[in-house]
């Protein structure tokens, strides 16, 4: 089992910076994917990025430029989303996301940690 702990979420200027973290503890051999989803109330929940283990990283269109993932390294168990140039439309509950090589079928999510963007 692997545990998401997602931290940092709040209330953020319009074209204002912020960063998320999610810490992963348990059985956190062989993630291969690390990844942030957002929601909001209606809708689907989005992919927002993703960065594999060889490094690989993608983004959604509407934030590509704006914002990065990036994990720590040294631990292997820490990583981030930073967010740059925030708008409202990036109003939503982050959530967290791992999945493991060897077990491919189970997806470990976070609790989830709301962002609001104000005007």
């Known amino acids: 089992q692997v545990k998401l702990v997602e931290s940092g979420g709040g209330l953020v200027q319009a074209g204002g910076s912020h960063r998320l973290s999610c810490k992963a503890s348990?059985?956190?051999?062989?993630?291969?994917?690390r990844a942030w989803y957002r929601q909001v109330p209606g809708r689907e929940r989005e992919l927002v990025a993703e960065i594999r283990r060889s490094g690989f990283t993608q983004y959604a269109a509407s934030v590509k430029d704006r914002f990065t993932i990036s994990r720590d390294n040294a631990t292997n168990t820490i990583f981030y989303l930073q967010m740059n140039r925030l708008t409202p439309d990036d109003t939503a509950v982050y959530y967290c996301?791992?999945?493991?090589?060897?077990?491919?079928?189970?997806?470990?999510w976070g609790q989830g940690t709301q962002v609001t963007v104000s005007t």
């Open positions: 996301y791992v999945r493991k090589t060897n077990d491919p079928h189970t997806p470990y």
């Open positions: 348990g059985m956190t051999f062989s993630i291969n994917i």
